[in-house]
């Protein structure tokens, strides 16, 4: 096989290869941050809202 079709193949069994993290902050009037990332293979986006004081981590659906 080819490493492509590899690829493609893992995210079809869900095992994506995800970009960094990236979140748009709408300054300071706002209490949240919306996040976003996608896969690298495939092109699923990811994208959650996290309270700017928590500080507990995101690890993935």
Not at 29 to 35: A, L, M, P
Request: net charge positive; charged share 35%.
């Amino acid at each position: 096989m080819k490493k492509s079709k590899v690829r493609k193949l893992l995210c079809k069994i869900g095992i994506h290869k995800w970009s960094r993290k990236t979140y748009i902050d709408y300054g300071s009037t706002s209490n949240v941050k919306n996040w976003k990332r996608y896969c690298m293979i495939c092109g699923k986006r990811q994208s959650w809202v996290q309270a700017k004081g928590d500080k507990e981590r995101f690890r993935g659906k």
